[in-house]
C-alpha cells in the first residue's frame, strides 16, 4: 500500500497516532520493529501499545487532577488509547487502570483491522525523507537513534534523563527562602532556602538512610555524567561534599540573619510561566515517597508540593523546547515530526496525547487546512507549550501533565477549588478550541 505518512514505533504515541490520521482519511504505514526480529529492553510481546510497566494510567478525576483532564481532553478528541482504556478498565479507586494484555490486544486489533494503516514489521535505521512521524519512545533503536543525533547535533538527544525534583512555586515558603544570586551577581534569580549545621547533618542522615529505587538489569551501565550525580551518591562519599556542591551556601547572604547559612538548597525557574522551580542539582533515584518525606524537612519546603520528583533511567528524549516547532516538526527538517515520549513528554498518557497532536497537526498540514494547538488554559495545550518552548531548553528533562505547566487562574481559592478553577476553565477553553477543528479552514 502506498502511503501518505510513516509513523515509526507501535508504542502508545504511534498506535495513537496511526488511528488518528486513518481515520481522518490518510493512509499509514505503521513501521513497528517488535515482531520483526527485534525488541527493546523493556517490552515483552509484539502487541502494539504494550505498557511496559505499571498497568495504570493515573487518576481519571478530571475535575481535580491534570492528567484526568488530559484523560477527558483525549476522549473528547476520539482517542483509540482512551476507548480501548475504558473497555478494559480493572477496579483502582479513581485511577484508571487497565488489564494490560486485553488493552494492547484491542488496539493492536483495532489499528490492525484499519482500512488505511498497513503495520509494517520492521527496524528503520534512517531518517526518511517523506512525512514522517517518530514515536520511538524510550527505547529507540540505536541506529536510529544515531540518525536522530547526527541530524539534530550535539547533545540534543539524551540516552539518560536525571529528573531533579520540580516545585510548585506558590507551595515554597518565602517567609524563609529567598531570592537571590550568589554574590548578587545578575538578577536575584534563584530561590534560597538555608539549613543550619544540625538541620544539614540530619538531612544527609536521611539521604544515606532513605530507600532507593534499584537500576533495572540493562540500565546497570547507566553513566553518571559530570554535574549529574545522584545527591545520595555525594552524600555516601562524605558529609561535606553536598556543602561543596550543590549545597553550597557561598556568597548567599540570608536577610534574616545577614550571614551565610550553613547550607542552601537552590530552587530555579524551570517554565517560561514561572510557577514550577527545579531544585538544582538534585537528580536522584531516592524512592518517590522518600524524596517527598526528606525534601519536606528542607527549611522553606515543609508544604513542598511536588510537581515531578526525582528519577535516573534510560531514556531517549530529544531536546524538544530547541528542536521542535509548535507542531512538533523538526525545525531542521520539518517533513519530520515527533511523538510520545521521545519529544521528553513522560508516561502512558501524556505520550499517547502528543500523538494525537502530532497526527492531528500533519494531517491538517497535508490537507492543507489551517490548525492552531489547543490553548494553554488546556491540559493537552500546557503539556504541548511546554515541550515546544515553554520548558528551559538548557536544563529540559521529562515532564509530566500537571497544573503548574498552565498560567495560575485568577482565583484565591482553596487548594482543591483552585484545582476546580484550573479545569473549569480548561474544559471552556477546550470546548471553543474543539469548535474551531470542526471547521477547519483553508491554509
Ligand atoms: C522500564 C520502563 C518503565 C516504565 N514505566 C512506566 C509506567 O509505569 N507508567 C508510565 O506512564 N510510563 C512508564 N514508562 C514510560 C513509557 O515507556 C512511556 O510512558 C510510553 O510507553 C511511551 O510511549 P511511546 O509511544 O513514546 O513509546 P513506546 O510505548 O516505548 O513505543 C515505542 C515503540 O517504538 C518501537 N521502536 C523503537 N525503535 C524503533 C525503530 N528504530 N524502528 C521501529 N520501531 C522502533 C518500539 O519497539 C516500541 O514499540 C516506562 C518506561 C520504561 C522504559
Redesign the pocket.
Known amino acids: 500500500m502506498s502511503f501518505d505518512v510513516q509513523i515509526?514505533?507501535?508504542?502508545?504515541?504511534?498506535s495513537e497516532a496511526a488511528w488518528q490520521l486513518a481515520e481522518a482519511g490518510l493512509r499509514v504505514r505503521l513501521?513497528?520493529?517488535?515482531g520483526g526480529g527485534?525488541?527493546?529492553p523493556?517490552?515483552e510481546t509484539d502487541r502494539l501499545?504494550?505498557?511496559?510497566?505499571?498497568n495504570?494510567f493515573?487518576s481519571d478525576d478530571a475535575e481535580h487532577n491534570a492528567v484526568g483532564l488530559l484523560h477527558q481532553e483525549m476522549r473528547d478528541l476520539g482517542s483509540l488509547i482512551m476507548r480501548a482504556a475504558d473497555q478494559h478498565r480493572v477496579p483502582a479507586g479513581s485511577a484508571l487502570a487497565v488489564d494490560r494484555e486485553k488493552f494492547a490486544e484491542e488496539v493492536t486489533r483495532t489499528v490492525s483491522d484499519h482500512p488505511n494503516i498497513a503495520i509494517v514489521r520492521?527496524?528503520?535505521?534512517a531518517l526518511p525523507d517523506h512525512p514522517t512521524i517518530i514515536?520511538?519512545?524510550?527505547?529507540?533503536?540505536s541506529?536510529?537513534a544515531e540518525a536522530i543525533a547526527v541530524e539534530t547535533g550535539q547533545g540534543a538527544l539524551a540516552f539518560f534523563d536525571a529528573i531533579a525534583p520540580i516545585i510548585h512555586r506558590d507551595s515554597v515558603d518565602m517567609d524563609v527562602a529567598w531570592m537571590a544570586a550568589r554574590w548578587d551577581k545578575g538578577g536575584k534569580d534563584y530561590i534560597n532556602c538555608p539549613l543550619d549545621k544540625p538541620q544539614y547533618e540530619d538531612f544527609i542522615a536521611a539521604l544515606n538512610a532513605g530507600e532507593k529505587m534499584p537500576f533495572?538489569e540493562w540500565e546497570k551501565d547507566t553513566p553518571y555524567f559530570e554535574g549529574c550525580m545522584p545527591i545520595e551518591v555525594m552524600a555516601e562519599r562524605g558529609p561535606e561534599t553536598l556543602r561543596h556542591g550543590p549545597m553550597k551556601p557561598v556568597g548567599l547572604d540570608n536577610p534574616r540573619t545577614g550571614r551565610w547559612p550553613y547550607a542552601v538548597v537552590q530552587l530555579r525557574q524551570d517554565n517560561a510561566l514561572g510557577t514550577l522551580w527545579n531544585m538544582v542539582g538534585f537528580q536522584t533515584k531516592l524512592k518517590h515517597g522518600e524524596q517527598v518525606r526528606i525534601f519536606r524537612t528542607i527549611p522553606g519546603l515543609e508544604n513542598a508540593e511536588f510537581a515531578r520528583l526525582g528519577g535516573i533511567?534510560?531514556?531517549s528524549f530529544i531536546n524538544s523546547p530547541r528542536l521542535l516547532d509548535s507542531e512538533l516538526r523538526l525545525k531542521s527538517k520539518p517533513s519530520i515530526r515527533f511523538?510520545?515520549?521521545?519529544t521528553g513528554c513522560?508516561?502512558?498518557?501524556?505520550?499517547?496525547a502528543v500523538?494525537i497532536y502530532a497526527a492531528r497537526s500533519a494531517a491538517a498540514e497535508l490537507r492543507g487546512e489551517r490548525f492552531a494547538a489547543p490553548p494553554i488554559e488546556t491540559a493537552l495545550g500546557a503539556l504541548l507549550a511546554h515541550i515546544t518552548g515553554g520548558a528551559d531548553a538548557e536544563t529540559y528533562q521529562p515532564m509530566n501533565v500537571n497544573f503548574g505547566l498552565m498560567p495560575p487562574p485568577d482565583t484565591r481559592a482553596k487548594k482543591a477549588d483552585r484545582k476546580k478553577a484550573y479545569t473549569d476553565r480548561a474544559r471552556a477553553a477546550f470546548a471553543v478550541w474543539l469548535d474551531t477543528l470542526k471547521v477547519a479552514e483553508p491554509a
Open positions: 515509526i514505533g507501535g508504542g502508545l504515541a504511534g513501521s513497528e520493529m517488535r527485534d525488541t527493546t523493556a517490552h501499545a504494550e505498557m511496559v510497566c505499571s495504570s493515573r520492521e527496524r528503520i535505521d514515536a520511538t519512545g524510550p527505547l529507540t533503536g541506529a536510529l533495572k533511567h534510560r531514556n511523538a510520545g515520549q521521545i513522560e508516561g502512558y498518557v501524556e505520550s499517547a500523538g
